[in-house]
């Protein structure tokens, strides 16, 4: 979410402040499902958390962050976003 603050006696502008997580999200990279398995690739509610889908390999998924550890990553498709299991992303 961008906010604007009142204007500051420096500028007497408004300034846009981008919260961390939106500064994530201007880098997101369009993957493609590839898992080594040749099983669909499980999407989770968090890192290692309960299944709420499932995508087949060659399926387009847009990787909006990776999680702390950096093996999971937080996708979005047109139907579902969750996390994945990074290695399982050809980008």
Known sequence: MLTTPNPTSETGLNSI???EAEYQLANIRTCSVADPTNTPLNVRSTPNGKIIGSLPDGVKVEWLKT?????WAFIRTSIMEGYVWAAYLKC
């Open 17 to 19: 402040h981008l919260p």
């Open 67 to 71: 999680s702390d550890n950096n093996k």
